[in-house]
């Protein structure tokens, strides 16, 4: 069975830097054909994607976000680890990490972990 | 504002037939990127419901259907069902190497 958790504080302060991680179980952060994806849901709001790590330790950003994230993985672990730094406000979100069957940065995520709220308050 | 357009709401009554737009540009669906779609029960992750324009995975029941055309994809949900009451997002690349997603479509069943 393919499961994705995320993990992470529930409360960081403006101006901090946010870590979170995914674990992953039931494939391989080495398969050729699988990357996992990082994607926001602001309350209410709509889904906004925010950076993959593809096969090969390819990484790929939101133009908008490029400059504050950082996605990373640990295959020994099954982890895969996104920093979003100088946290606003504006991030507050549900934040989940995804599957991305295929490897490439265009298919489909196909399984999603359960999410993450982070609140950005001082 | 999203990058994908999506009306905000479509409601039916139990039974009935419904559809929900995805309107893209030139830069992403016109360009020949696929389409995916997306059911967000209340409170949960969202799921893949459609994968590749027309697609559904095994357990998406064949009442949902889509389709794609020039720069507009659509989702059709037939023989609506009070557990289908959700949101739904269409999701696609652009030429700009990022994925975007489109705004959500909240379905009611009346």
């Known amino acids: 069975q393919v499961t994705l958790k995320e993990s992470g504080p529930v409360l960081v302060k403006p101006t901090e830097t946010l870590t979170l991680t995914c674990d992953v179980s039931?494939?391989?952060?080495?398969?050729?054909?699988?990357?996992v994806s990082w994607i926001r849901q602001p309350p209410g709001k709509a889904l906004e994607w925010l950076a993959h790590?593809?096969?090969?330790?390819?990484?790929s950003y939101s133009t908008s976000l490029k400059s504050r994230l950082t996605v990373s993985k640990d295959t020994s672990k099954s982890l895969v680890v996104l920093t979003l730094t100088n946290m606003d406000p504006l991030d507050t979100a549900t934040y989940y990490c995804?599957?991305?069957?295929?490897?490439?940065?265009?298919?489909?995520?196909?399984?999603w972990g359960q999410g993450t709220m982070v609140t950005v308050s001082s | 504002q999203s990058v994908l357009t999506q009306p905000a709401s479509v409601s039916g009554a139990p039974g009935q037939r419904v559809t929900i737009s995805c309107t893209g540009t030139?830069?992403?669906?016109?360009?020949?990127?696929?389409v995916h779609w997306y059911q967000q029960l209340p409170g949960t992750a969202p799921k893949l419901l459609i994968y590749?324009?027309?697609n559904r995975p095994s357990g998406v029941p064949d009442r949902f259907s889509a389709s794609k055309s020039g720069t507009s994809a659509s989702l059709a949900i037939t023989g609506l069902q009070a557990e289908d009451e959700a949101d739904y997002y269409c999701?696609?690349?652009?030429?700009?190497?990022?994925?975007?997603f489109g705004g959500g479509t909240k379905v009611t069943v009346l």
């Open positions: 995804a599957r991305l069957n295929g490897g490439a940065p265009i298919d489909a995520f196909d399984v």
């Open positions: 039931g494939f391989s952060l080495t398969s050729d054909r699988m990357g």
């Open positions: 790590i593809l096969p090969g330790d390819e990484d």
């Open positions: 030139k830069s992403n669906i016109g360009a020949g990127f696929d």
């Open positions: 590749i324009n027309t």
């Open positions: 999701q696609s690349y652009d030429s700009s190497l990022n994925v975007v």
